[in-house]
T-cell receptor, first 115, second 113 residues
Framework: GAVVSQHPSRVICKSGTSVKIECRSL??????MFWYRQFPKKSLMLMAT?????????EQGVEKDKFLINHASLTLSTLTVTSAHPEDSSFYIC???????????FGQGTRLTVV | KQEVTQIPAALSVPEGENLVLNCSFT??????LQWFRQDPGKGLTSLLL???SQREQTSGRLNASLDKSSGRSTLYIAASQPGDSATYLC????????????WGAGTKLIIKP
C-alpha cells in the first residue's frame, strides 16, 4: 500500500511558539491531503483540506490564521500551529488519497503538547 | 448530516473470548466503511475496508460486516489476545465526499490475560 509519513510523531512546545507538522506521501503524488484533529475520547474531526498549489479549505470553526496549511508540492503538506496555547494540545493526523485507490492513507500522527 | 456512533465506548474481556464491536451510521449513502486500530499515542492502522456493495470482509481473526440499509457495521474479533488491546475506530466515506471520512469516537478494548 501507499505510504504517508508524518513528522514529528511527538512534540512539546512552549506557549506562544509555533510548531510545524509535515505530511509526506512517499511513493505517490497527492494533490489533496486532509488534516484531522483528535480530542481525548472523541472522534477525529476534519480540520481542513489541503490542496496542492492553492489555498486550503477549512472546516467551520477552524481558525485559518492559527492553523496554517501549505501544500507546496505534490508530496508535501504542512500544518503550522501558530502562537500555540495549551488548548491546542491534541493529536493531529494527516491523510492522503491515492488516485485510483478507494481508500485514503494515513500518517502516523503527531502528539502535540503545549506547556 | 452523517453521524457515526460506536457502542460500547469501552470493553474489557478475558483473553480467548470472541467479541463484537458495533458501529452505526445515519446516512446509508456511503462509498465505503473502514475499521481502524489505534494504539495509545500512536497513529492509525487500517484493518478492513468494506465497499458499499460488499457485505463483509475478513482478515485473519477479524471479520467486518456491513448492512448499509440499516446503517450498521460490526467488527468481529475471534479468539481475542492481549495484543488486540487498542482503540478501534470505524469511519465512513460519504458517497459525495472527496475521500473525507466521518469518524466514530471509537471503542477502547482491553483484553485481560
Amino acid at each position: 500500500g501507499a505510504v504517508v509519513s508524518q513528522h514529528p510523531s511527538r512534540v512539546i512546545c512552549k506557549s506562544g511558539t509555533s510548531v510545524k507538522i509535515e505530511c509526506r506521501s512517499l511513493d505517490f503524488q497527492a494533490t489533496t491531503m486532509f488534516w484531522y484533529r483528535q480530542f481525548p475520547k472523541k472522534s477525529l474531526m476534519l480540520m481542513a483540506t489541503s490542496n496542492e498549489g492553492s489555498k486550503a479549505t477549512y472546516e467551520q470553526g477552524v481558525e485559518k490564521d492559527k492553523f496554517l496549511i501549505n501544500h507546496a508540492s505534490l508530496t508535501l503538506s504542512t500544518l503550522t500551529v501558530t502562537s500555540a496555547h495549551p488548548e491546542d494540545s491534541s493529536f493531529y493526523i494527516c491523510s492522503a488519497p491515492w488516485a485510483g485507490n478507494t481508500e485514503a492513507f494515513f500518517g502516523q500522527g503527531t502528539r502535540l503538547t503545549v506547556v | 448530516k452523517q453521524e457515526v456512533t460506536q457502542i460500547p465506548a469501552a470493553l474489557s474481556v478475558p483473553e480467548g473470548e470472541n467479541l463484537v464491536l458495533n458501529c452505526s451510521f445515519t446516512d446509508s449513502a456511503i462509498y465505503n466503511l473502514q475499521w481502524f486500530r489505534q494504539d495509545p499515542g500512536k497513529g492509525l492502522t487500517s484493518l478492513l475496508l468494506i465497499q458499499s456493495s460488499q457485505r463483509e470482509q475478513t482478515s485473519g481473526r477479524l471479520n467486518a460486516s456491513l448492512d448499509k440499509s440499516s446503517g450498521r457495521s460490526t467488527l468481529y474479533i475471534a479468539a481475542s489476545q492481549p495484543g488486540d488491546s487498542a482503540t478501534y475506530l470505524c469511519a465512513v466515506r460519504p458517497r459525495d465526499s472527496n475521500y473525507q471520512l466521518i469518524w466514530g469516537a471509537g471503542t477502547k478494548l482491553i483484553i485481560k490475560p
